[in-house]
Each structure stands twice: as structure tokens, then as C-alpha cells.
């Protein structure tokens, strides 16, 4: 799929069009992670369950190697570990999965950093512990030096190399809080009707990032769904938006926060990282 004006920015494959591994390498250490344009995906490990639950084609590493620098990492706390659901679906994953191919592209590229947000998805069976004691353990089992576990937001310097944990789950302990960031994320959208309501939203958080204090974190998701409105039908319709609305300001260096998206293709996420330069 693509839109009227051919330029494809949804991808169905599981193979990006072209790579930036390490886009954030020359941005100054100085620069805090809340003053840049960093591009996400929504349920980034949502492949499996069928068109209404999956989100993505890119596997995890692939969506690094594109230049993704925030992902959404849903957990189902089950027997003392996290699984990787969306919904009641689970997703072929463990959150150790999920920590190891991210550390293996940063030892690889050492100047990238990554926002992980980890959400508590679905309901919790079989723990004889709180959902952050287990992933205090996992965090540790991996490596803690691997990890930016402070509630607060760090600089690119202090990030690079690392996995900066945006916490968002019950008696959260670990990292960012993710309610401390101002969010745009109204992910019902009744039907495919509904998209310019949709985009519209997407566009007033934009520009509310873009003159917003840059000692803050925008987190905006263009993604969104319904059972009358796949997430692959609501992304064919707002990423063109999305696309069109940046193109619309060339070269200019602007703030936009992290944009997290479902199914990007590799021109929407330059178009997210260009806006850094």
C-alpha cells in the first residue's frame, strides 16, 4: 500500500528500505534526550494474532538498524516472568529476548541510545512477586551498566550505550515514569472514518511538542485501532499525513519529540531523524 502521491510510507515487509544504525552518533553529548526527534513504533513486538493485533513487520533488530530509538514493550507478568503480549495474544517473546538483541546493537553501536517503555499488559498469573521486583531481576541478570534506571531524563551522553527505562506499570521503581511525559496517545478510532480525527490530534500534539519546553518529553503515537478500524488501515492513512506534515518544513531543525508509528516505512522514519540535524 502506499497513498495517492505514491510515496510508501507504510512498509508490509519485513525488511526495511535502508538503515541508519547510528544516526544519533553525531548529535553533541550535551543535548538532552527530550530535546530531540526520535522515531518509535507502537506494540513493537506485535507480529502475531492476525490483522487486528499485530502492529509491526520490521523484527526487533531490523527496526534498530532503521533508526527506531523508542520502542513499546508490553510485559505479561506470569510465573516470575515477562512474556510479550499484546492484549491476551501472546507475541513468541520474553522480555530477555527483547533485552538482548537490544544490548547486542548497542555494544555494536555504541553512540545510539534506546527509550524503552515497558507497559504491564494483560492479567498477572502465578507471581509471588510485584511486576517491579521482576524486572528489577531482569534488569540485573542482563547487566545494570546496560540499563539508565533514574526518574530522570538523562543527556545523550549519559544515554549512549544504553537502555533508558520508561516505566509504566503499577508501583513502578525503574526509570522515567511515563506519566511524567506529555502524551497524545487517543488509540481508539472507531472506524476508518474516523483518521482525520485521528490525524488531527496526531498534528495539535505535534505542534504542542515542537514549541513546548524542550525540558520536557513529547510523546505522541500516531498509531491507532479499533475492531472497525485495523491498525494497518489506521497507519495507511495517517502516516501519509504524518509524512507529508514534516516534509512541509524542508531542512528546518525542529523538536518533535518521540513520533511512534505502526508499519513506518524507511522514508517516514528519516524524515523523523532529519529533523535533528
Known sequence: MGNEQGTPVCDWDSTPDALWPNWMADISDSKSVAELSIPGTH?????YGGALVECQRWPLSQ????????????????????TIHH?????????????????????????????MRIKKEYDETGCTQPFDKTLKNKIEAYGQSNFWVKNQIPTLGEARGKIVIIENYPCASVGINYWSLDIADDYHVPTIFHTPQKWSGV??????????????????????????AYPNAVADRVNPELYYYLNGFGDQTIRWG??????????????IIQSNK
Open 203 to 228: 498534528k495539535d500534539h505535534l505542534e504542542k511538542a515542537r514549541y513546548g519546553s524542550c525540558s520536557q518529553i513529547f510523546l505522541t503515537f500516531a498509531s491507532g485501532s479499533s475492531g472497525g
Open 87 to 115: 492484549d491476551v495474544v501472546y507475541q513468541q517473546a520474553i522480555l530477555g529476548d527483547v533485552f538482548r538483541d537490544t544490548i547486542a546493537f548497542l555494544k555494536e553501536n555504541t553512540g545510539e541510545a534506546i527509550l
Open 43 to 47: 506494540n513493537t513486538m506485535a507480529f
Open 63 to 82: 527496526q534498530y538498524k532503521a533508526g527506531i530509538r523508542f520502542v513499546d514493550i508490553r510485559c505479561r507478568h506470569i510465573e516470575n516472568n515477562l
Open 258 to 271: 518521540i513520533i511512534v508509528m505502526d508499519f513506518p516505512a524507511s522514508i517516514l522514519v528519516h524524515k
